[in-house]
């Protein structure tokens, strides 16, 4: 019944298909071929791994390892589970970011298991993850508490990597445009035009979260110029134009370079690569064309 009633209420979105989108806004990809000033953005997304402290200390440590003065002036974050956040944050020396998984969108209360972002500040985490499908899908996260999340960390002083994307049954219906409108719009409510600097999107095409599928680089770039009109719609071209907008989907080593040479990719959210320290440390160092 979730699907049918969101398949209707995007069906009823007026030219909001995943490439109709992309006529109305062709001028954001051209103007943003022009913009140099993102700088790329690699991160990493642990998810409910690894199982021990020692193992997190090891792998944020080898990961920290692959970042050298060759390395291409990005910024690099690690995304862990909350009891592994300080241990990480210890053995990667400075030498890149590491962020929550997600947040509770409550400053304190009875809310058994949560964790605020009063708490990830004060043990130094300046990122952290909302809307990603998995909280959507498996814990029922509603694009009503992703925004909470989002104007929580951001009322925090914090910065927020919102997450969005289309299932496979969405995407073969050229629904890809009207999901990340929909997932755009209510989760950067109440997010005012100086605060989207604080505001990182990663879109994530469900269907290639873990499946080793991975959408082609004009595939990727099509629905990031899709993303960047909407934010044009949303605020203006500066925020358009600024703000990062990073792919996620089973990113690889082999895949990395594609990616990044597209105008509109500005870094990746990286799962299931991100717990190999040599495959993540590739994804780190790719190569610019």
Known sequence: MKLLSATILLGSLASTTAFGLLNNNANVASNS??????KPFISGNWKLNPQTKDEAVTLAADIASKITDKSPEADVALFVPYVFIESAMGATKDKLMVGAEGVCPEINGAFTGAVSTGMLDSVGVKWALAGHSERRVIFGESD????GQCLKLIEQGMSVMLCIGESEAEYEQDLAGAVCAVQLKKGLAGISKEDMDRVAIAYEPVWAIGTGKVATPETAQKVHSICRGI???????EVADNTRILYGGSVTPESVDDLMAQPDIDGALVGGASLDSEKFGRIINFETK
């Open 33 to 38: 071929q022009l913009n140099m000033a993102r």
């Open 144 to 147: 009503e508490y992703i925004n």
């Open 231 to 237: 934010l044009k719609d949303m605020y203006d071209d």
